[in-house]
């Protein structure tokens, strides 16, 4: 999936995509994902610590939701600016 993810990018890179659209691209790639992780690890544990009689503060959950999206947001910015200023040519020509 790497290569091929390297060659979509390089290939919209030597389309005329700028820098910080590849940037976007991949951010908003990971944001969906973590967002729907979020969403559902956050209800999923509020419907099983709530069956047990252990539900824990709202702000808790908040919480909990709001870093499981920040953190692969972060963590994400480094390959992403990585893969923007990559030559397109070089990429496109990686088996």
Aim: proline share 7%; with cysteine.
């Amino acid at each position: 999936m790497r290569c091929q993810r390297r060659a979509d990018l390089g290939g919209r890179r030597g389309l005329g995509a700028t820098r910080m659209t590849i940037i976007a691209l991949v951010v908003l790639r990971t944001a969906y994902a973590a967002l729907i992780g979020a969403v559902l690890g956050v209800v999923m544990g509020g419907i099983i610590t709530g069956r047990m009689d252990a539900l824990p503060p709202v702000d808790f959950m908040i919480g909990v939701g709001i870093l499981s999206v920040i953190a692969p947001l972060v963590s994400t910015l480094p390959p992403a600016v990585y893969a923007a200023h990559r030559d397109p040519v070089g990429v496109l020509r990686t088996p």
